[in-house]
Structure formats: structure tokens, C-alpha cells
């Protein structure tokens, strides 16, 4: 059995610990973890954040410019540094929530060659506020919930073939869904067909305009997304992404 290397990047700006439980839920796959690279791009954490995420054998590099999207940014520095066949986008506060998440993530790859990436489906934690099971039943910002994957998946308005754990999936060139973070995995070799990698959703409108138009959603590949402790969270976490980004 052929086990191609998996990238994770993740970029970090951390505040807390968060990130060990994607660290953690890592290293436990059930996959060669010599196949298993994790790049951390990190724009400033907090004092001991990086200490307690040496013990997984991560590449640490700084990101002088800090943001984790936009071109050059930590997203897009962390692809270009990885060495995988696939990348794995994951954001430092999003956790695996099976041990086989790589294997089931690979395999619509090797039954498809045509598709262009594997994405997972957000994970609703009973224990989590009830705006954090909202956000992540609707695909995590509802503000762009018409353009959700996840919301397609939940109202049924999405067209897909399904196959054994997996359904395929044909990209809306004109409307393409919101996807490109939070474990979401593609072939390394795309960024040299569609160029750098910005920010998350831009990516996938470049990959539409391309032509790669076909990609596969996995079942049971969950991933917890722990996005926001509560609403008022929430809103001050838009605001600011709004005030940053629209400075680009």
C-alpha cells in the first residue's frame, strides 16, 4: 500500500493552547507519521505556545508579515516550505475528530483522478455554545451561509454522486462554494496550475475559473472547528477580519 506525504500548515497567532488539540489529534492518526509533515507559520504567539509544540516534531518558522491569508502571507508561505503531495490547510483551532482522517481524506483521490481536493465536514459539538453548533451546522459564518458548503449539504440543495464514504461533487464555476480552510486537502502540484494561495475562498474561484471543477466531500472526516466561545465573540472576530482584510 502506497502512503503519499501529507502537509499540514498551520498558521498561528496564538493566544491560548488550542493548537495542541490539532497537534495531538496529528500524531494519533493510524497513518505512517514519517509521512506526516506539520509546518507551523507563526506571526507572534504567546509566550510558550511554540515550547509545547515542539514534543510533535513540527517545523516552526516565523512570519514576519503576521496575517495568515493574503498573497505571501502565512497560508501561502507555509505551501511553498511543505514538501508533501498533499496539502492539509489547517487552521490552529480546528481538531480531527477520527484517527483514520487522513486515510478517509485520501480516498477519493485514488479512486478519482479528476478531483482537486477532499473536504471534510465540520463536526457540531454537543459541549459547544450553541452559536459555536450554529456557526458549524451552517458552515461557520452564516453571513455567506447561501455560498456554504456545509448549509448546501445540510438543506439538500447540493448535487453530488455518492460513493462508498464519500460523494463527488461538480464546482459551480460562476458560484463556487465557500471551502479552503479548515482541513481541507488538495494535490500540492494545483498551486502551480492556478498560482499562489491567498485567502481561502478566493483560491477555490481561481481553481473554478481553471477548470478544476470536481472535488469529493468525506463522510465521516470531521473536523471540531473551535471557532467562538459566543456570539459577542463572533461578531468582534468578523469585524476585525473585516477591518484587516479590506485594508488589503
Same mark, same amino acid.
Not at 514576519?64 to 496575517?67: A, D, S, T
Not at 482522517?101 to 485514488?110: A, C, E, H, N, Y
Not at 453571513?143 to 464514504?165: N, P, Q, W
Given at each position: 500500500m502506497e502512503y503519499p506525504k501529507i502537509s499540514f500548515v498551520t498558521p498561528t497567532y496564538e493566544q491560548d493552547l488550542r493548537v495542541l488539540g490539532l497537534l495531538k489529534s496529528i500524531r494519533a492518526q493510524n497513518y505512517p507519521q514519517s509521512k506526516i509533515e506539520i509546518i507551523i507559520i507563526d506571526g507572534g504567539s504567546m509566550d510558550g505556545v511554540l515550547d509545547a509544540c515542539k514534543p510533535f516534531h513540527v517545523k516552526i518558522f516565523p512570519n514576519? =508579515?503576521?496575517?495568515a491569508e493574503g498573497l505571501g502571507m502565512g497560508k501561502d508561505q507555509g505551501i511553498h516550505k511543505a514538501t508533501g503531495e498533499f496539502i492539509v490547510i489547517a487552521e490552529a483551532d480546528i481538531e480531527l475528530m477520527s484517527k483514520d482522517? !487522513?486515510?478517509?481524506?485520501?480516498?477519493?483521490?485514488?479512486e478519482h483522478n479528476e478531483i482537486f481536493a477532499s473536504v471534510p465536514r465540520l463536526f457540531v459539538h454537543p459541549q459547544d455554545s450553541l452559536t459555536n453548533q450554529y456557526l458549524?451546522? &451552517?458552515?461557520? /459564518?452564516? *453571513?455567506? +451561509?447561501?455560498?456554504?458548503?456545509?448549509?448546501?449539504? &445540510?438543506? #439538500? +440543495?447540493?448535487?453530488? !454522486? +455518492? *460513493?462508498?464514504?464519500? +460523494?463527488?461533487?461538480?464546482l459551480d464555476k460562476k458560484k463556487p462554494y465557500c471551502m479552503g480552510s479548515n482541513g481541507?486537502? *488538495?494535490?500540492?502540484?494545483? $498551486?502551480?496550475?492556478?498560482? /499562489?494561495y491567498a485567502q481561502d475562498v478566493e483560491? $477555490?474561484?481561481? $481553481?473554478? =475559473?481553471?477548470?478544476? /471543477? #470536481? *472535488?469529493? &466531500?468525506?463522510? /465521516?472526516?470531521r473536523v471540531w472547528h473551535k471557532n467562538v466561545p459566543n456570539f459577542k465573540k463572533f461578531l468582534t472576530k468578523r469585524l476585525r477580519w473585516i477591518n484587516v482584510y479590506s485594508k488589503e
Open positions: 514576519p =508579515k503576521v496575517k482522517w !487522513i486515510t478517509q481524506m485520501l480516498k477519493p483521490f485514488k458549524s451546522f &451552517v458552515g461557520v /459564518d452564516p *453571513f455567506a +451561509s447561501y455560498r456554504s458548503l456545509e448549509g448546501a449539504l &445540510v438543506l #439538500h +440543495s447540493m448535487k453530488s !454522486i +455518492s *460513493f462508498d464514504g464519500y +460523494s463527488l461533487v461538480t481541507f486537502m *488538495f494535490r500540492k502540484k494545483l $498551486i502551480k496550475e492556478v498560482g /499562489d483560491f $477555490i474561484a481561481r $481553481i473554478a =475559473k481553471k477548470g478544476f /471543477d #470536481h *472535488f469529493a &466531500v468525506v463522510d /465521516d472526516a
